[in-house]
């Protein structure tokens, strides 16, 4: 039988000088119309307070589970992924770690989870609490381990995402996340799992391309998961998680 013909590589759409200026301007445009609600409430306790309060403590033997991290997180339709998991939510769109630190205690300690798995950090790189360090960004990290550590809750880190400039919706999320500082902390979350006991969720090598680029059929805008790709990465956390209960 004869081989359908190959699809040619997606190429990268090119890059106006002025694309992260333009990037830029559009996440500053974005902070403020958040201002007013993150005055009120920085880390967005608010979220999940009345879903907390109705949670009931875990029944005995449940193998609790909390996803916490932003928007791919938030995304997420765990119940469809994980039909008869007790898998809880906790991801809040645009977050960075230093909110996620913030709310760490309410939203993840107070629901009693045998596992945390945490994804995060593209925000960080992107700005979107404004200008973070990449050594900053790493104590947030570890502030959460400790706490959950505290609390004898096992840790699940999860590897940033790669991202990529396929479409033209992608570009403001390309620009602004650049490829070896989303390296650079992935290094540095495995050096840190392997130091301290936690388990590393590697998502980066199940979805990058021979660019260093998120595959382009896994994400129209560049970043967020489509049903392609959590299609790949259920069964990796699905695999994390046992392996932090076991």
């Not at 119309?33 to 967005?44: A, C, I, P, V, Y």
Request: aromatic share 8%; proline share 7%.
């Amino acid at each position: 039988m004869a081989q359908a013909p190959s699809q040619p590589a997606p190429q990268p759409l090119p890059l106006a000088p002025d694309a992260l200026a333009v990037a830029k301007q559009h996440l500053q445009e974005w902070r403020s119309k958040l201002q007013s609600q993150l005055m009120d409430d920085w880390g967005q306790l608010g979220r999940y307070r009345a879903a907390n309060a109705q949670l009931k403590a875990p029944a005995p033997g449940e193998n609790r589970v909390v996803f916490f991290g932003d928007s791919i997180t938030d995304m997420w339709r765990l119940e469809v992924s994980f039909p008869g998991k007790p898998y809880i939510n906790r991801g809040i769109g645009g977050q960075t770690t230093a909110q996620m630190l913030v709310r760490f205690r309410q939203d993840v300690i107070a629901l009693q989870p045998k596992v945390v798995v945490i994804l995060a950090g593209t925000n960080d790189i992107a700005g979107n609490t404004g200008p973070t360090s990449l050594e900053d960004i790493e104590a947030n990290y570890a502030s959460m381990a400790e706490l959950a550590r505290a609390k004898g809750i096992r840790v699940v880190f999860s590897s940033i995402l790669p991202v990529h400039n396929y479409t033209a919706r992608a570009t403001d999320l390309f620009v602004t996340r650049p490829m070896d500082q989303i390296q650079a902390l992935n290094h540095w979350l495995r050096e840190y799992c392997g130091v301290h006991r936690l388990v590393y969720l590697d998502y980066y090598a199940a979805t990058v391309d021979e660019r260093g680029y998120l595959r382009s059929e896994l994400a129209e805008d560049g970043l967020h998961p489509n049903a392609a790709g959590i299609r790949i990465m259920t069964p990796l956390v699905e695999a994390a998680i046992q392996k932090a209960l076991y």
